[in-house]
């Protein structure tokens, strides 16, 4: 399995973008899909996925403003990002884990200037 992240870019505060993760490979069993992120010196964070359970989990700083969404003809793995803020700004990660194996794309730098 690969995973392939773009739509990254330069974007006014209160702008949006939306990225797309291309799976390739077949997905048979879901433990995690979908986006993490990283600011220059902290962690990477979850922003948005979907668990094993079938449900949607959601940074509380992203709640109301990202919408994650998933095709499963085209195996890809989206991120609408609406109303970006400066603090927004990071590396944005795709993640596909099916609890044997655990797997990122290469990440994608979203910038919001303020």
């Known amino acids: 399995v690969q995973l392939q992240a773009s739509g990254g870019g330069l974007v006014q505060a209160g702008g949006s973008l939306r990225l797309s993760c291309a799976i390739s490979?077949?997905?048979?069993?879901?433990?995690?899909l979908g986006w993490f992120r990283q600011a220059p010196g902290k962690q990477r964070e979850l922003v948005a996925v979907?668990?094993?359970?079938?449900?949607?989990n959601y940074a509380g700083s992203v709640k109301g403003r990202f919408t994650i969404s998933r095709s499963g003809a085209n195996n890809t793995v989206d991120l609408q990002m609406n109303s970006l803020k400066f603090e927004d700004t990071a590396v944005y990660y795709c993640?596909?884990?099916?609890?044997?194996?655990?797997?990122w794309g290469k990440g994608t730098q979203v910038t919001v200037s303020s």
């Open positions: 993640r596909f884990a099916d609890g044997v194996m655990d797997y």
């Open positions: 490979g077949s997905i048979v069993r879901i433990n995690t």
């Open positions: 979907f668990t094993s359970g079938g449900t949607i």
